[in-house]
T-cell receptor, first 109, second 112 residues
């Protein structure tokens, strides 16, 4: 079965520190991976998806098929990055996105 | 222009009541969804409609009944509300089920 694992419920860092939010997936086909972000009391919004290979707000994520991972990284965290981050998986024939349980990122001054 | 909108934003009601949440999207998408986000921020899909047809029903109690009058609207009616129904309900839409999903602002439901 397809599954997305985000092992950290909470990640707390200081401003300026590097950030890595972990995401592992389970899917035997060719995956499409997404990162969604939810700022406090706001709607979820797409942060980035692997096929676009963009850097959004300084965040990047590389799909590693060997390790079945799609970790989200930022070299220098900012306070405004504090939010819930959800990793999501899709693939050929999927009828929905499969979301992970989310990681709360807290960036302290 | 708001892409995906939901009403109401907040809903406070007593146990046993019946309530509805409305969702509209102006993106021309074929697929719409309802999600429930609980107090621990877990996001669970409830229903998915494609072109007004139900394609996903994720073991949701039958007190919850979605209705899609047309492609741009997906409403959620809840009968006999229970305390455990308190959550934030998000509507979303996408072109295809595998595409990027666009979320509404959420409806915070509190059952007293």
């Amino acid at each position: 079965a397809q599954r997305v694992t985000q092992p950290e419920k909470l990640l707390s860092v200081f401003k300026g520190a590097p950030v890595e939010l972990k995401c592992n997936y389970s899917y035997s086909g060719s995956p499409e991976l997404f990162w969604y972000v939810q700022y406090s009391r706001q709607r979820l919004q797409l942060l980035l998806r692997h096929i676009s290979r963009e850097s959004i707000k300084g965040f990047t994520a590389d799909l590693n098929k060997g390790e079945t991972s799609f970790h989200l990284k930022k070299p220098f965290a900012q306070e405004e990055d504090s939010a819930m981050y959800y990793c999501a998986l899709s693939g050929r024939g999927f009828q929905k996105l499969v979301f992970g349980t989310g990681t709360r990122l807290l960036v302290s001054p | 222009d708001t892409a995906v909108s939901q009403t109401p934003k907040y809903l406070v009601t007593q146990m046993g009541n019946d309530k509805s949440i409305k969702c509209e999207q102006n993106l021309g998408h074929d697929t719409m969804y309802w999600y429930k986000q609980d107090s621990k921020k877990f996001l669970k899909i409830m229903f998915s409609y494609n072109n007004k047809e139900l394609i996903i029903n994720e073991t949701v109690p039958n007190r919850f009944s979605p209705k899609s009058p047309d492609k741009a609207h997906l409403n959620l009616h809840i009968n006999s509300l229970e305390l455990g129904d308190s959550a934030v309900y998000f509507c979303a839409s996408s072109g295809l089920p595998t595409d990027t999903q666009y979320f509404g602002p959420g409806t915070r439901l509190t059952v007293l």
